[in-house]
């Protein structure tokens, strides 16, 4: 029980940690577009409308799909919640041969 | 701008505060317990949560300074809805699951699971009283803004009425009626913005040489310098009118004074002067505001609700000459206008000899394509110039936003009213669902209003609910109340947290008094009352400040304290909390004395001219986050190395 809980609790930081990567890259490359190269944002590349709107909605729409993903991703893990104590299974900190 | 209150405007505005005092009373009797104050329980349904999350996060700022910048400068106030809704990623991916399984009431609570250690409680209880202060103000000041043209009342009674309604709110039910009020204003706030994008969209753009009070903005020229006068007095009631020599400051300005009649009813109004390639020159009429022995004045005449200052916001042609767009699809919104030309307004103050400043609000005619990108705002313009300090500032800023929402205490109080990390990641979920839409609106909302011939020159601040008073009555009364409410939930959150770090964190950990579970709900709606009324002063003091400038602060001043901390403790084992309390002590001072150090405050705060301010500060560029985040890191890392417990070799 509590080792399940705990590999639940990995698996979703891990996944967390690679959708947040995705994320970071594609926020990163805005922001660096945006400082370094403020011509390439005025571009029309849909519809007649520039990269700096186009980029930015995309951004607001992959949060959310980044998110949805996630919610997916990690499922209904945390179903055991019969046991009502499921918070103690969080291991006190190891102390380290401290005197 | 004189505002007159309207019955209507009252009477919906009314209605919705007692509907948002109802629900707390009636909630009120539901939360006696200190579970039940700060934490709900831990029974709110995830998805009222998320929609509370968006409550909660969809403040002033983002509601009325976003769309006003966007309103006065085009695309860089949507850089701010892009960084602000970039923070939830950080939230959801890193901070959310840890935190519900760390804490139990305050965010010092889950710095301190693993140390027990009264510094860090001390440390986190300190930096969660200063970064909600911080957000304070800039809220406080949004609801004497929202109060002043929907009743007619003045800035600090609007201050005073927010303070009273929310502290009475939170001393009656604590985190439940918090969150069911948010969760209502979250909701409102993003229907009622997409109707109002929906009728922006049907409305289409009309070409207009003014506002919507009739007044046409006039242009005169291109002419020869010496046929100026001639030109001019063929105006309509301009018969005779003089060009007054430039004197003292106004030499060298790009401007013309003009005195209009004579004797008592003459006036002396100002007109902006640019030169064409040939030398002629076209001049267009500017608006003025200046204060006279106390008595204001506008435009060379006394302040009148007939001689008031003119609404603005107009596209001045579109492609083809065409003279209405009717309505455009969500892209051909953009593709419209960004081959029109609209005329923005520009802002410069002159100081005569005599001391007086007269406030010169000048007309910038600007291509739709140079809306639509980014960089037309003066504090995102360094990434056009050379500068490789200005590009910083951008990324500084870009940084902080980034960073600063998962540090917000008020938000990180709120997944603690949530049954278990599963709900907490949902809530989260739907919260960024509400609140990307939200953002993706401010941009539609803020053009909207640009075009609208609706806005106020005098204050950015006011774009949104002027662009729905522009739509109708009804609309304008609405928009108002849900933006009212908004910052008395955001505002309610606020005092919320900063009550939870008094109570839990500083009394009963800090101090060790020991409190019954009733006395510290009593202590906490004491805590509540002292920190409301902070929040009421500070908002009157702060009453001519840019509420996203003071949102800014806020958000790199909790990214520079609580990040470090908040991620180290999650992802590397040798944290000590002696590094802990380092870190977060380093982050806020460090944070705080760059912003009280740079260009901007001497500027905004220290009253100093812009160039004399460039010169004062003491710092490179005005945003800290690039500096200061990754120092409270690098604090951490190091203090936690020297004060390691001896590790078996």
């Known amino acids: 029980m509590l080792a399940t809980g705990d590999e639940a609790v990995t698996r979703n930081a891990r996944i967390g940690l690679v959708l947040f990567t995705v994320y970071l890259l594609l926020y990163g490359g805005f922001v660096l577009l945006n400082a370094f190269s403020p011509e390439t944002m005025e571009r029309p590349v849909l519809a007649g409308v520039n990269l700096a709107i186009v980029y930015g909605f995309g951004l607001i729409v992959a949060a959310l799909a980044l998110a949805l993903l996630y919610g997916w991703m990690c499922g209904p893990d945390e179903l055991p919640a019969s046991t009502p104590n499921a918070t103690e299974s969080t291991e006190p900190s190891q102390s380290e041969g401290d005197a | 701008m004189i505002y007159e209150a309207s019955p209507v405007a009252v009477a919906v505005f009314a209605a919705f505060v007692a509907v948002t005092l109802g629900i707390s009373f009636y909630l009120g009797g539901k939360a006696k317990s200190s579970q039940g104050y700060f934490a709900a329980h831990g029974q709110i349904p995830w998805f009222v949560n998320g929609v509370a999350f968006a409550g909660d996060y969809l403040s002033a700022a983002s509601f009325l300074g976003i769309c006003g910048m966007i309103a006065f400068y085009g695309y860089d106030g949507f850089l701010y809805s892009i960084g602000y809704l970039a923070g939830w990623i950080v939230a959801l991916f890193v901070i959310a699951e840890p935190m ?117 903005f006039r242009t005169v020229g291109p002419v020869a310098e010496a046929n100026l006068e001639a030109e001019l007095q063929a105006l309509d009631g301009f018969g ?114 005599s001391g007086r400043k007269v406030t010169v609000y000048y007309q910038k005619p600007t291509p739709g394509n140079r809306i639509l990108r980014p960089g037309e705002h003066p504090r995102f313009a360094g990434i056009r110039s050379d500068e490789p300090l200005k590009k910083l500032n951008f990324l500084s800023l870009m940084l902080a936003l980034f960073c600063g929402t998962a540090s917000l205490p008020h938000i990180l109080i709120r997944y603690y009213t949530v049954k278990d990390a599963a709900a907490a990641r949902k809530s989260t979920i739907v919260g960024i669902a509400s609140i990307g839409f939200f953002y993706v609106l401010t941009l539609y909302l803020g053009l909207g209003a640009m075009t609208s011939g609706a806005m106020d020159v005098t204050n950015s601040n006011m774009a949104a609910p002027l662009l729905a008073k522009s739509m109708g009555e009804w609309l304008f009364a609405v928009i108002s109340a849900i933006a009212f409410t908004t910052v008395l939930g955001t505002v309610s959150g606020l005092i919320l947290a900063s009550a939870g770090a008094v109570t839990h964190d500083l009394m009963a950990n ?23 009324v902070i929040a009421i002063a500070l908002g009157i003091l702060f009453e001519d400040f840019n509420v996203s400038y003071l949102v800014g602060w806020a958000f790199s001043v909790a990214a520079s304290a609580n990040l470090p901390s908040l991620v180290m403790i ?55 986050g690039i500096v200061t985040i990754p120092l409270g890191f690098l604090t951490l890392v190091v203090v936690s190395l020297l004060t390691k417990k001896n590790v078996p070799a």
């Open chain 2, 570 to 624: 999650l992802f590397w084992k040798g944290v000590t909390k002696e590094g802990v309390i380092a870190a977060v002590v380093v982050g806020m001072t460090s944070s705080l004395g760059w912003i009280l150090l740079s260009a901007d405050s001497f500027q905004k705060v220290y009253g100093y001219s812009s160039t004399e301010a460039a010169e004062a500060a003491l710092v490179p560029f005005s945003q800290p």
């Open chain 2, 510 to 532: 800090v101090m060790k008094v020991e409190l019954a579970d009733h006395q510290q709900v009593r202590v906490a709606k004491l805590a509540s009352v002292v920190v409301g």
């Open chain 2, 240 to 353: 005779e009118a003089k060009v007054v020599s430039p004197s003292g400051s106004w030499v060298g300005k790009p401007f013309v004074r003009v005195e209009v009649g004579s004797g008592d009813d003459g006036y002396v109004m100002v007109w902006s002067k640019s030169t064409t390639d040939d030398g002629r020159i076209v001049l267009r009429e500017a608006q003025t505001e200046t204060v006279e022995d106390g008595v204001p004045f506008v435009n060379g005449r006394k302040q009148t609700k007939e001689h008031d200052l003119h609404p603005v916001g107009t596209v001045a042609s579109l492609e083809g000459g065409e003279t209405e767009s009717g309505s455009v699809g969500p892209l051909s919104f953009f593709s419209t206008l960004q081959k029109a030309d609209v005329v923005l307004w520009g802002k410069e103050v002159v100081t005569e000899e």
């Open chain 2, 100 to 216: 519900k399984r760390l804490g139990k009431f305050t965010f010092a609570d889950a710095l301190d699971a693993q140390f027990q250690s009264r510094g860090i409680k001390l440390a986190a209880g300190i930096s969660t009283l200063a970064v909600s202060v911080f957000y304070l103000i800039p809220q406080m000041v949004g609801a004497g803004v929202l109060v002043e043209p929907l009743l007619g009342f003045d800035h600090w009674v609007g201050v005073v009425m927010v303070g009273t309604v929310v502290i009475v709110i939170v001393v009656t039910a604590g985190m439940v009626s918090t969150t069911w009020v948010q969760f209502l204003k979250g909701s409102l706030l993003v229907v009622f913005s997409a109707v109002l994008t929906v009728m922006i969209l049907a409305r289409g753009f009309t070409v207009a040489e003014g506002g919507v009070d009739g007044h046409a």
